[in-house]
């Protein structure tokens, strides 16, 4: 085994602790091959490594996270103009908040501070689609190359939507109190590392305690996925056999409310039961991008129009992106 397929294999995937815990279970009476007993050790097998990945990545990103607040955020965006501008709001996408509803207040400071809506709305998308727990993640269950492949495509998606509605003028669109609000530039104190240290312990412990009962759901439903829903229900509706599984994941996925760490054991199961792998990011860019809770938040700031606009570069973008990863699947896996 070459020192990737180590790293990737027991130290991101925790392949030693799934087998581990089938010892163990089988030590205590319980078939693994079976369908409860497979199901108890995926579920805990998957429960345990995403919260360790989890609070690990959290505590690491919001550490970095505390080098970019709001203010130096804005200040960094104010410096570049055009499609560099919607680049290095993407960019600054990774590295904030994990799902769409925390990104949202951001946007509206964003937009209100008078940053051009185009890069508001690249930042806008980015931060729930692709950040750098979402790389780590999908590293250690789909491997490197889907990953990669995955997060450069979400913001290709980003500054490709940003810069449509940046050239289509929407400004208008935007509800009054937000561009009304105006902007209040306060310094920020320069931390020390043990207060940056304590803020990205917070921001673990309290993004940990929102999160994991997503997490043990996702995990649920791809337990009973795994263990109990048949093979061919999965190919047939979500497999190579059904052109419209791609759109159909995007629409199924679009309603639901969880981030990258609820949605991963869900397809993780999916694939393993023959879905297509770019089917199952699709559900899980529309899962992440699209929540009904962010789209009613988001309504609140801007008019429905722009709101549409919205709602349909994403969901262009992510089902392009699907149909991509189906058609190069048998390169990346």
């Known amino acids: 085994m070459g020192v990737w397929d180590f790293i990737q294999d027991q130290m991101l995937g925790m392949k030693w602790l799934n087998e581990l815990l089938g010892i163990g279970l089988s030590a205590l009476g319980l078939d693994v091959n079976g369908r409860i ?20 990545l959290i505590f690491a990103i919001s550490y970095i996270q505390s080098y970019f607040p709001p203010e130096r955020s804005k200040r960094i965006l104010g410096r570049f103009h055009g499609i560099w501008a919607n680049i290095i709001s993407a960019l600054l996408g990774t590295v904030t908040p994990f799902c769409s509803c925390s990104s949202i207040p951001l946007f509206i400071g964003f937009t209100s501070a008078g940053l051009p809506l185009g890069v508001t709305f ?5 931060s729930p689609m692709v950040d750098l727990g979402s790389l780590v993640l999908l590293m250690s269950i789909f491997g490197a190359k889907v990953a990669i492949v995955y ?13 449509m509605i940046e050239k289509l003028h929407m400004e208008k669109y935007v509800e009054s109190f937000v561009l009304s609000a105006g ?3 306060i310094g920020s104190p320069d931390l020390t590392i043990r207060e940056r240290l304590t803020y990205a312990k917070e921001q673990m412990l309290g993004t940990f305690k929102k999160v994991f009962p997503y997490i043990l759901v996702g995990v649920g439903i791809g337990a009973l996925i795994h263990n109990w829903i048949p093979e061919s229900w999965i190919e047939t509706v979500l497999g190579s056999n059904n052109p419209f599984g791609v759109i159909l994941a995007t629409i199924v996925g679009i309603p639901m409310y969880a981030d990258i760490f609820g949605t991963i054991p869900v ?12 089917t199952v990011l699709s559900f899980m860019m529309a ?8 789209l009613i938040m988001l309504r609140k700031a801007v008019k429905p129009k722009l709101l ?26």
């Not at 549409?308 to 896996?333: E, M, P, R, S």
Request: one cysteine or more.
């Open 183 to 185: 902007s209040v530039d």
């Open 308 to 333: 549409a606009l919205f709602i349909g570069i994403c969901t262009i973008g992510i089902i392009i992106v699907g149909y991509l990863f189906n058609a190069f699947q048998f390169i990346l896996i």
């Open 287 to 294: 899962v992440t991008t699209l929540s009904l809770p962010s």
């Open 122 to 126: 690249s930042f806008l998308i980015s």
């Open 37 to 56: 007993g497979g199901s108890v050790q995926f579920f805990i097998y998957d429960v345990l490594k995403i919260t360790v990945l989890l609070c690990v």
């Open 151 to 163: 997060v450069i495509l979400g913001l290709v998606i980003a500054v490709v939507g940003g810069t």
């Open 267 to 278: 397809a993780e199961a999916l694939l393993s039961k023959g879905a297509q792998l770019g």
